[in-house]
């Protein structure tokens, strides 16, 4: 059976990442990168300019004189959310085709939610910068597109199994491709070069005994992915895994915190949908 | 899809009776001298802290009744006191209370305790609904929070990349400027190289000069001597051919040479006191003969404004103007040639001339007019077959009056004439340096004929040419090979004058010339040199050398030397430094006999 390394290796021989995203990842992880930097690699892909002025010029950024260069847009937009947007872009396009057993479109609402939950869980609870959970929130199953495209087969076996009750999930994909999706994505990630914390919250996130600290990125990831498949945004049918106490017992506490942000989530999404969808 | 909610997500954590013990602890708090009960919609009973039984068919019934209308219904306790009961739609459940301290009349609706006890409930369930305002607001805040810090990240951020932007321009300024100065020395290095090997050139040319004249001296001593011995006319007429010929090929090395010598910038003008007259006069006796064997007439006119004698380069000057004169000659068939110097204007303090040489001859078309003064050119390439010439002599020309601080220029009609004319600055000569050179030429006027003269020459057939013509001005002559010898022949001879080659083996005339001096001026090493001892006065040293260079001239005087003659010996030229040179009082007369 071929192990997550070769599974990711034969799926990066068939489709590669985007130079873009790739290269702004680096951009954002080195200190001696300037705006004309990103300009440059920015101005590459037009459909990504377009993006970013849209999102800039957006009323979530409530500028008073409307943004019309690269450079600007970069210094409002932010490192992070400028990879986020090209994060977003390059990994849209790989969540497609549908079928019986998997679907990559519900897969990408899946990651979009869970994304958004995450985000907000950040902010709103822990007080803390939501990017980098958001980000890792829309990669954390890209791993489940890698087995699609490298076995496809293999995986609606191992979600066959999964519906019929026969294991947690990745333990089903174990059994029929030979490795997991969390392992898969980790290692996809990490080819990317995104930072330490997403790499690791992805490897962890169906890892519900491991909680290190509540607030961490893969603490808020299971959570969100938790109430992202009560919300049935949820690709593949089968029983959900259980929250790990910890995580049940902090929202316990924080009853009224997670009540809003229930609440407020359809407006979010609508909002994101804007941002990063609004051309299609 | 229904809106998922709180309750729907987290059905496992969620205890549905959790916000009824809310509301009944916050009731409860607020009305201290009240017991109470609530009925959840599911049936189940939630008790207060102060216990209030009511029979299980009596609160059915309340719990049935309250649920109809709004408002109160009333009922009894276990323990006969009169309890109420109200339907909270918010909460879905069943509220009975009991207040022993409020009169039975209170209850009925209207009444100040039913107002006070709705109150209360509102300000319950509200205090609830606040649970959540605030933990709204938090969010809010926290939120608030997080963009002040991304925008305090923005404001560091943009700074970052000032610093860097300053940081990378400050590299590039580096880089720029090393690159400069990398490109810099380049330049120097290929400079410098340029330089030596202009030097080797010029070294090269020095040396040429060297080898071209020792030649000439002997082809244009020997056909100037052959032409005075007894010949016949075909072969009188042979020699002065020869003759022609060297001295025209001597021109042309000549021309070269300064060409050469002004381009690599080693040409310097004299600054010496001249006669004007004597220059334009010279140039006019010139082109006396040709002139008149061609028919054509040539007159000279100088300004009366124009100093009489001025300092500079009478050579030079002499050269440009036969030059112009020459070419005008060449080119003129009938008329005449007019050689004028003009008053131009006064600038600075000093009078401006202006030297023309107009002539009537063929003319320069007028697109030709700019490449005559290029080097090897001519107005056409026939004219060079027709009337001969290297065309260097313009580009000389051209050079020499730049030198002067003028520039040469030239009008001129095809068919009808040309004018050549340059306009330069005179420098009036001082007084006491011209009654000097009066003092010299009365000195030269009053020296004799006749004398000892050592001529030091390596070279058989110069020693032979010069011998000759030395012989011929009615000296005596003594020659010795080389410095070594010429002390020698001091140490046992008298001699008036001393011809010294530079160039020689062994003992070089430099370094013999330096003996000489030091001889003279050790009394006691003297008195063993016959040539020495009697003398009044330094033995004149005349040096004799084929580098026809400025600085050759300056290194025979450094050494010591009194003249200076250049190779090829001109036989003019030589008579007029002997009679400078030579000592009124011959040693023939005053020698001393021991």
């Known amino acids: 059976m071929p192990s997550a390394k070769d599974i990711v290796r034969k799926f990066t021989e068939l489709k590669t990442l985007p130079h873009v995203a790739i290269k702004v990842t680096q951009l954002v992880n080195d200190d001696r990168s300037t705006m004309q930097d990103f300009e440059e690699i920015i101005k590459l892909d037009p459909v990504l300019v377009t993006r970013l002025l849209r999102l800039v010029n957006s009323p979530y950024f409530g500028l008073s004189q409307k943004v019309e260069s690269i450079s600007k847009a970069v210094v409002f937009a932010g490192m992070k959310q400028l990879r986020n947007l090209v994060a977003v ?68 076996e191992a979600c066959k199994a999964f519906r019929e009750g026969k294991g947690p999930l990745t333990e089903c994909e174990r059994n029929a491709i030979g490795a997991d999706h969390a392992e898969v994505g980790y290692l996809l990630a990490k080819d990317w070069g995104l930072p330490q914390e997403v790499l690791s919250s992805i490897k962890s996130h169906h890892l519900s005994k491991q909680v290190k600290s509540v607030s961490s990125t893969g603490s808020i990831l299971q959570l969100a992915e938790f109430m992202a498949g009560k919300m049935q945004y949820w690709p593949i049918a089968g029983p959900l895994e259980p929250l790990p106490p910890e995580l049940t017992e902090h929202v316990k506490e924080k009853m009224a915190d997670y009540k809003i942000i229930i609440r407020d989530l359809p407006g979010e999404m609508t909002k994101a949908k804007e941002l990063y969808e609004a051309d299609e | 899809m229904t809106e998922p909610t709180f309750d729907t997500i987290f059905d496992d954590l969620v205890d549905a009776n959790a916000e009824l013990q809310s509301f009944l602890a916050t009731l409860d708090a607020l009305l201290p001298e009240a017991s109470m009960l609530l009925v959840s919609e599911a049936g189940a009973l939630l008790e207060g802290t102060r216990p209030l039984t009511v029979a299980l068919p009596v609160r059915d019934k309340l719990v049935h009744e309250a649920r109809a209308v709004d408002g109160f219904v009333t009922g009894k306790a276990d323990n006969g006191a009169r309890c109420h009961a109200i339907h909270l739609a918010k909460l879905s459940a069943v509220l009975i209370i009991s207040c022993a301290a409020a009169p039975e009349d209170d209850w009925e609706p209207g009444a100040a305790i039913t107002s006070l006890l709705r109150n209360s409930l509102e300000l319950a369930l509200y205090r609830q609904e606040r649970e959540m305002l605030v933990a709204d607001h938090e969010q809010s805040i926290r939120q608030i929070n997080i963009l002040q810090q991304q925008h305090g990240k923005l404001i560091e951020d943009n700074y970052r990349q000032y610093r860097l932007n300053q940081d990378r321009e400050k590299e590039y300024a580096r880089k720029l400027e090393s690159e400069i100065a990398k490109q810099t020395a380049e330049l120097r290095e290929a400079n410098a190289r340029l330089e030596e090997i202009s030097r080797l050139k010029s070294d090269f040319l020095a040396n040429m000069s060297h080898e071209l004249r020792t030649p000439m001296n002997a082809i244009i001593g020997f056909s100037e001597l052959l032409a005075e011995t007894p010949l016949a006319e075909e072969q009188r007429d042979y020699a002065r051919t020869i003759t022609q010929s060297a001295t025209s090929l001597l021109t042309l090395i000549n021309d070269i040479l300064d060409l050469a010598k002004i381009e690599a910038g080693k040409l310097e003008l004299e600054h010496l006191p001249f006669e004007l007259s004597e220059v334009i006069d ?313």
């Open chain 1, 89 to 156: 872009e390059a990994l849209r396009g790989m969540f497609k085709g549908d079928n019986d057993d998997f679907s990559a479109q519900k897969l990408w609402l899946h990651s979009a939610t869970v994304a958004i939950l995450s985000g907000m869980i950040a902010k709103r609870i822990f007080g803390k910068d939501g990017e980098d959970v958001f980000l890792a929130g829309i990669i954390h199953d890209i791993g489940l597109i890698v087995e699609n495209q490298v076995a496809g087969e293999q995986l609606r």
């Open chain 2, 282 to 594: 010279n140039v006019v006796a010139m082109f006396k003969i040709p002139a008149r064997e061609k028919g054509v007439v040539v007159s000279s006119k100088i300004d009366s404004r124009i100093p009489k004698r001025m300092m500079g380069d009478s050579n030079r000057l002499r050269q440009v103007l036969v030059n112009l004169a020459g070419n005008a000659m060449k080119f003129t068939e009938k008329g005449g040639v007019a050689i004028e110097v003009a008053y131009e204007r006064e600038a600075a303090g000093r009078i401006v001339g202006r030297f023309s040489v107009h002539d009537s001859g063929i003319g320069i078309p007028a697109d030709r007019v700019e490449a005559i003064f290029e080097k090897f050119t001519q107005a056409d390439g026939s004219t060079t077959r027709k009337y001969g010439g290297t065309g260097l002599g313009l580009a000389i020309c051209l050079q020499l009056v730049e030198l002067m601080g003028g520039h040469l220029a030239v009008t001129s009609e095809e068919g009808k004439g040309s004018t050549f004319y340059f306009v330069i600055p005179l420098e009036e000569a001082p007084a006491e340096i011209i009654s000097l050179q009066e003092h010299k030429d009365a000195a030269r006027e009053k020296a004799p004929a006749g004398g000892r003269i050592l001529l030091v020459e390596d070279n058989a057939v110069n020693q032979r040419l010069a011998g000759i013509l030395i012989t011929r001005e009615g000296y005596e002559v003594e020659v010795a090979s080389d410095g070594t010898e010429a002390l020698e022949h001091l140490r046992h001879q008298a001699f008036d004058l001393v011809l010294m080659d530079v160039q020689m083996p062994n003992m070089d005339g430099m370094e013999a010339t330096r003996k000489i001096r030091e001889i003279e001026a050790d009394p006691a090493l003297r008195q063993s040199y016959v040539g020495l001892r009697s003398l009044k006065q330094p033995l004149a040293i005349v040096g004799l050398t084929a580098h026809a260079r400025k600085e050759d001239e300056t290194a025979c005087y450094d050494a010591g030397m009194n003249g200076f003659l250049t190779k090829p010996i001109i036989k003019a030229k030589l008579v007029t430094i002997l009679g400078e040179m030579m000592p009124r009082v011959s040693c023939l007369e005053n020698h001393d006999p021991s």
